[in-house]
């Protein structure tokens, strides 16, 4: 363990760790923008996310071919997602969050150029793979990173802010996707999902600063951390970094004695949750066709899922931010479980849909935003990436079997309102789950 002295000599024989320092500060302008730019990461991320969604129809029927044969191409990305986020966002701990987000945006950008040039479904497997594999590196470390420069006070809303942008980028893509694919085609709409990425990580490379606890904790590159410790106003503090925990590997870090039981409750509800949430993203526009809808009010109800999902997130965060994280689960997860049952019970109609499927997203994308922060509560800094990556592991791979789940359900005999009100089930399971949370979550510092 390192630590600094910046200047006050009274204070050097005691050393606070940064973190506790920055808790007892205000937030500045600096911490803001540190937070602006980790919302626009997931923002870009969730842009490239639901752009393959959104493309099915159209080249589904470019292509003549049945909409249920680019469940592969939907999988892929979600299995490359899942191999990076276990093995490649853990990098994050050790060589730092600033460069693993610059390389992968830089990789997720290429993949949807790549994307774009697509002739076969084989063609799309590969390329939305190599974004995938982007997008698995730059979660974790971009909600890391931005849990590191904020206050504990603040840390499950900032938390959610920068995860909720990955629905405020789907939701995106879903208003700015049909007149790009009107336009441009559906390859406009991967060629802006590439280059925007390529762009912002030349920003990211020059403008977004170093996590401190891990310039600390590293000794590494001094000179950028006096320099982040001087935008931070934390000169004149002795400082080290924050608790950590023994190492026995990246994986053996998370299931040591007193992190293995919520640890597997995290990867549990991650599981489950995605699975729904990514049947949904992924499947909902062929779904709600198959049901009579048109092709732009199948895209509209989905996004609402979205729309939902930011509220939700930021709403949970409050009870979150105040202890509350429990009730706070198990009241979201309770309103999707009711709005998902309500597909069975009455007909296919648009508005009356759309209401549902936005209480489905306040109990599904916002619990994935309650468990983010709820990551970042449980792991301590110098294993925080490993921890996210693979969390985000376990919901990634609930979302690879939904992606080939939802083809099998989209080619049953079963109606579209009962497809949907089957989902509730493992949200119950979900709200079990997160009964066992009550007596073992113990936050770290």
Not at 70 to 93: E, K, N, R, W
Request: hydrophobic share 55%.
């Amino acid at each position: 363990m390192n630590v600094v002295s910046t200047g006050n000599p009274d204070m050097a024989d005691a050393p606070a760790t940064i973190g506790g320092v920055i808790d007892n500060r205000p937030i500045s302008p600096f911490q803001y923008r540190i937070v602006a730019m980790g919302c626009l990461v997931m923002l870009l991320d969730g842009f490239d996310i639901q752009a393959m969604a959104l493309s099915v129809p159209p080249i589904a029927e470019q292509w003549a071919l049945a909409p249920s044969t680019f469940g592969p191409a939907l999988a892929s990305a979600l299995l490359a997602m899942l191999f990076s986020a276990a093995f490649l966002a853990p990098l994050g701990d050790r060589i730092g969050r600033q460069p693993m987000l610059v390389t992968a945006l830089a990789i997720a950008g290429l993949g949807s150029l790549a994307t774009s040039q697509a002739a076969t479904v084989a063609g799309l497997v590969a390329s939305r793979a190599l974004t995938g594999i982007g997008l698995g590196m730059s979660i974790p470390n971009a909600v890391a990173l931005v849990s590191e420069f904020v206050p504990a006070r603040r840390k499950a809303l900032c938390v959610a802010l920068v995860y909720s942008s990955v629905a405020l980028g789907a939701l995106t893509a879903g208003f700015a996707g049909p007149p790009i694919v009107h336009w441009l085609g559906w390859q406009g709409l991967f060629q802006v999902g590439g280059w925007l990425p390529l762009g912002v990580s030349l920003l990211l490379l020059f403008a977004l600063p170093e996590s401190p606890d891990y310039l600390l904790r590293t000794g590494r590159r001094p000179g950028q951390l006096r320099k982040v410790l001087r935008r931070l106003a934390l000169e004149g503090h002795a400082l080290r970094p924050g608790p950590t925990v023994a190492h026995g590997g990246a994986l053996g870090s998370l299931l040591t004695p007193r992190l293995r039981v919520q640890t597997a409750i995290l990867w549990i509800l991650s599981w489950l949750t995605m699975f729904i949430l990514y049947l949904m993203i992924s499947w909902l526009p062929a779904l709600l066709e198959l049901a009579g809808f048109s092709r732009a009010d199948a895209l509209r109800s989905s996004v609402v899922v979205q729309a939902g999902g930011i509220l939700g997130g930021l709403a949970l965060s409050v009870p979150s931010d105040r202890g509350g994280i429990v009730p706070a689960l198990l009241c979201a997860y309770g309103i999707a479980i009711a709005a998902l049952l309500g597909f069975e019970i009455f007909p296919p109609d648009p508005l009356l849909w759309s209401a549902l499927f936005f209480f489905t997203g306040i109990g599904t994308a916002g619990s994935q935003v309650a468990l983010t922060a709820l990551a970042v509560m449980i792991y301590p800094p110098d294993i925080r990436a490993t921890g996210l990556g693979w969390a985000v592991m376990a919901g990634r791979f609930g979302a690879v079997i939904s992606a080939l789940a939802g083809s099998l359900l989209i080619g049953s005999a079963l109606s579209p309102g009962r497809v949907l009100a089957l989902l509730s089930l493992p949200l119950v399971l979900c709200a079990a789950n997160v009964l066992m949370l009550r007596a073992q979550r113990r936050p770290s510092p």
